[in-house]
């Protein structure tokens, strides 16, 4: 199990950007797809993006194709989720983990989940 800790979520007005974090001490990260996740009140834990270990392929749920962008930095052990156009809709807590393949990730794969960070978007 790998350590993460999301950051950068807060109050943003619809359209705005923000940028998530999700780090972790642990060097091996870097032998890891990693994907992005989001949940509402109520709902799902749903799935928002993912990449390859490698960096070389990422995925995206429809609802954020072309506004938001899964990037990674492996030198910080961190992975980003660059987020633009926000709309209310993208209210959530957003929550990161780590899997062998980036392809394939769903919530109902995890277990444990870190404290994630929550994203607030005001109309």
């Known amino acids: 199990q790998v350590p993460l800790l999301e950051a950068g979520g807060g109050l943003v007005q619809a359209g705005g950007s923000l940028t998530l974090s999700c780090t972790t001490s642990?060097?091996?990260?870097?032998?890891?797809?990693v994907g992005w996740f989001r949940q509402t009140p109520g709902k799902e834990r749903e799935f928002v993006a993912s990449i390859a270990w490698s960096g070389g392929f990422t995925y995206y749920a429809d609802s954020v194709k072309g506004r938001f962008t899964i990037s990674r930095d492996d030198s910080k052990s961190t992975v980003y989720l660059q987020m633009r156009s926000l709309h209310s809709e993208d209210t959530a807590v957003y929550y990161c983990n780590v899997d062998r393949y980036a392809s394939t990730m769903r919530p109902t794969d995890f277990v444990s989940w870190g404290p994630g960070t929550q994203v607030t978007v005001t109309s």
């Open positions: 642990q060097r091996t990260f870097t032998s890891y797809a």
